[in-house]
T-cell receptor, first 118, second 113 residues
Framework: AQTVTQSQPEMSVQEAETVTLSCTYD???????LFWYKQPPSRQMILVIR??????QNATENRFSVNFQKAAKSFSLKISDSQLGDTAMYFC???????????????FGKGTHLIIQP | DTGVSQDPRHKITKRGQNVTFRCDPI?????LYWYRQTLGQGPEFLTY????????KSRLLSDRFSAERPKGSFSTLEIQRTEQGDSAMYLC???????????FGSGTRLTVV
């Protein structure tokens, strides 16, 4: 079974600062996907960024980037130039590579509550 | 298509009653998932459909829970004889290919009193 650990229950930074959220995971799989999801208060969960484990290059999406260290089983999220709208719960999630068959359920961490202060 | 829709948004029920939730996925998506999220926790996988076939159920899904996806379109999740421990947010998500990530609905918040 896979486990995902987010060791920072809450983080608070000033607007425009850069913040890094940590995530570690444990798996015996060699092929898998990793995701960061954002859940604003009382709103639906939104995919922020995804990483395929077989790709060495770190994924980036505008102000969001990841530091994927496969050997260390680490998958941190960096948010640059943070904005008030970034305030939300952030969940790290793991998915086995389904290869076209079988279940591909996500295993989530407990989340990090990120607060961007004005 | 405006995304994944869930109905109702909120449901308050008395212990022992049955409840049913509905999820309408994005029409092009063949995969549909149900998750449960309790306060302060990440979502936990409940079950998964590919088209109309239910391919996996979590051990979290007790015999009181049943899910269907007739015709591979919308899905329903029924909880029979609800217990206070069933109080949670029930999330539905859909995808075309799981590895590309899901689109989540806004969830149904269930409160059992």
């Amino acid at each position: 079974a896979q486990t995902v650990t987010q060791s920072q229950p809450e983080m608070s930074v000033q607007e425009a600062e850069t913040v890094t959220l940590s995530c570690t995971y444990d798996t015996s799989e060699s092929n898998y996907y990793l995701f960061w999801y954002k859940q604003p208060p009382s709103r639906q969960m939104i995919l922020v960024i995804r990483q395929e484990a077989y790709k060495q290059q770190n994924a980036t999406e505008n102000r969001f980037s990841v530091n994927f260290q496969k050997a260390a089983k680490s998958f941190s999220l960096k948010i640059s130039d943070s904005q008030l709208g970034d305030t939300a719960m952030y969940f790290c999630a793991f998915m086995k590579s389904a290869g076209g068959g079988g279940a591909d359920g996500l295993t989530f961490g407990k989340g990090t509550h990120l607060i961007i202060q004005p | 298509d405006t995304g994944v829709s869930q109905d109702p948004r909120h449901k308050i029920t008395k212990r022992g009653q049955n409840v049913t939730f509905r999820c309408d996925p994005i029409s092009e998506h063949n995969r549909l998932y149900w998750y449960r999220q309790t306060l302060g926790q990440g979502p936990e996988f409940l079950t998964y459909f590919q088209n109309e076939a239910q391919l996996e159920k979590s051990r979290l899904l007790s015999d009181r829970f049943s899910a269907e996806r007739p015709k591979g379109s919308f899905s329903t999740l029924e909880i029979q004889r609800t217990e206070q421990g069933d109080s949670a947010m029930y999330l539905c998500a859909s995808s075309f290919q799981g590895g590309r990530g899901y689109t989540f609905g806004s969830g149904t918040r269930l409160t059992v009193v």
